[in-house]
């Protein structure tokens, strides 16, 4: 199995109104081999502060486990002690109830917050491709709607639709 880029996402949530459009989207990326969710974590404290947390993944059973083996070389294991342990825990896991609890300490009541672990599997033969030209990686990262304003891609009005979808929420 190739291995894509791995990326990290935090996404945070007020008032959450949550109808399963977001797994549904996840799922759709994973039809079509775009992104796999390698884990998830999604910590709820509603209006009373009642707690609900709730682990992710749409790896497959054997994806689980192959690329558990490789994140746990990752994280320190040997790639027999990473193996026995993808195994022994049905795949990886990297987000633990100890990062849940972290989260959690994090939020006001009435809020959400989610740490996706995603695999850009698209990318492989980009990366690939990269690779064979002795390119690498310098830096990435998203870019605010606002900033595509001076390039002409968007609009003044688009850009901040785009800009207020992005951030709804995260002023209040």
């Not at 209006?47 to 709730?54: F, S, T």
């Not at 994140?71 to 795949?91: D, F, H, N």
């Not at 850009?159 to 207020?164: F, G, T």
């Amino acid at each position: 199995m190739a291995i894509g880029p791995i990326q990290l996402i935090v996404l945070g949530f007020t008032h959450p109104d949550f109808r399963g459009e977001v797994i549904a989207e996840l799922e759709e990326l994973r039809k079509t081999d775009t992104v796999r969710v390698i884990d998830a974590l999604a910590v709820h404290k509603d209006p009373e502060g009642a707690i609900a947390v709730e682990h992710l993944s749409n790896l497959s059973p054997a994806e689980a486990v192959e690329l558990g083996s490789k994140i746990s070389v990752l994280l320190g294991l040997g790639a027999a002690e990473g193996a026995e342990s993808a195994r022994e825990k049905g795949g990886v896991h990297p987000f633990s109830d100890a990062d849940a609890w972290d989260v959690l300490a994090e939020i006001p009541d009435d809020s959400a917050a989610a740490l996706l672990l995603v695999e850009h599997h698209w990318a492989v033969p980009l990366r690939n491709a990269v690779a064979r030209a002795n390119g690498f990686r310098i830096s990435d990262g998203f870019i605010s709607p606002l900033d595509l304003i001076a390039i002409g891609l968007v609009s003044a009005e688009e850009a901040r639709e785009l800009h207020d979808l992005e951030t709804a929420g995260s002023a209040k």
